[in-house]
């Protein structure tokens, strides 16, 4: 009976270590959790062109967390960053390569109620002092960027296109974007912004209205050549009245001179002749014999004469 009862405290005592030996490891493993824990969650980094807000229970502190490594209570504190550096809000009109973002397209309506679209690059940065500002007032940044910055882009881009016609906008691109400028820089401060530059890298017109200019360009291409053959028709005939009218000329002045001298005459026939001397046919002086002279033997000294009509 003694062994029996020896046997079942043995065996009490070896359940009782196991238990307590799980129990450690519990334990262990709980501290060692909340010891990872508290070091991941103390400690945190902020980059180099980054601040941050810690907030104790959503409270705001009062401190803002500057570049480098920082502290923070785990669990009960959380950190909010914010990029002080250059952000470029980019609307780049990809909507036609099947970019369906958000940013893929920024339209507007002209003065002429055309609509276009505009690729436009907005650089603006928060001061770092202002962050605690911003966090209070809009929230996040990514809140910040969507919800109060994008916006007022957008705004502003309608505002100033609807002061062009669709035909001023091609051509005056640099006081579009200008005024773009103007318009957000006030805007922007407002929100405790701040704006660097404003780029419009492309305006996108209406297909209708490129295809009229596309036919405007044909027609004045057609007008112009059809322009530069009637110069040219034009100045062919007055190339030939003008000839014509030097050999009008030209005959009256011959004219003139043969008038007043009849030697001019035999200077043209000398000009004309070849150099052949003709025959010539002679009536022999109421003879009824003809006589043929051959005019080159004649100068020669020979005279050759032919009875063509009696004795």
Same mark, same amino acid.
């Given at each position: ?72 209570? =785990? ?19 990809? #909507?036609?390569? *099947? ?18 679209? %505009?690729? !436009? %690059? ?26 109060? !910055?994008? =916006?007022?882009?957008?705004? @502003? ?49 209406? =297909? ?10 044909? @027609? ?5 050549? #059809? ?14 009245? @003008?000839? #014509?009218?030097?050999? #009008?000329? @030209? ?26 001397? =003709?025959?010539? %046919?002679?009536? *022999? ?27």
């Amino acid at each position: 009976m003694a062994s029996k009862n020896y046997g079942n405290n043995y065996g009490d005592e070896e359940v009782g270590s196991e238990k307590k030996l799980i129990k450690k490891i519990v334990t262990y493993t709980i501290l060692g959790v909340l010891l990872l824990i508290f070091l991941f969650g103390t400690f945190f980094t902020i980059q180099a062109g980054e601040r941050g807000v810690i907030t104790t229970f959503g409270k705001p502190s009062e401190r803002i967390a500057e570049e480098g490594l920082n502290l923070k209570f =785990p669990i009960i504190q959380h950190v909010y960053k914010y990029n002080v550096k250059t952000i470029p809000i980019n609307f780049d009109n990809k #909507a036609g390569t *099947g970019d369906k973002s958000e940013y893929s397209s920024l339209f507007s309506f002209t003065k002429d109620q055309m609509e276009i679209q %505009v690729a !436009i %690059v907005v650089n603006y940065h928060i001061q770092p002092t202002d962050v605690m500002n911003v966090y209070q007032t809009y929230g996040t940044q990514n809140y910040y960027n969507l919800n109060v !910055i994008e =916006p007022i882009i957008r705004e @502003a881009v309608k505002a100033e296109s609807a002061k062009f016609n669709v035909a001023e906008m091609a051509i005056e691109r640099e006081t579009f974007s200008n005024n773009i400028h103007k318009n957000l820089a006030s805007k922007f401060e407002a929100k405790k912004a701040i704006l660097e530059s404003v780029y419009v890298v492309n305006i996108e017109l209406p =297909p209708a209205y490129k295809d009229s200019i596309d036919k405007k360009m044909i @027609a004045e291409q057609d007008a112009l050549a #059809a322009k530069n053959k009637l110069e040219q028709v034009t100045f062919e005939a007055q190339q030939k009245v @003008a000839e #014509a009218q030097g050999k #009008a000329d @030209a005959m009256k002045l011959e004219v003139l001179a043969l008038s007043q001298n009849s030697q001019i005459l035999e200077l043209r026939m000398i000009e004309k002749w070849s150099g052949n001397l =003709p025959l010539v %046919v002679s009536n *022999g002086g109421g003879s009824s014999a003809n006589t043929l002279f051959d005019i080159s033997k004649l100068m020669g000294g020979s005279i050759t004469q032919n009875s063509t009509g009696g004795n």
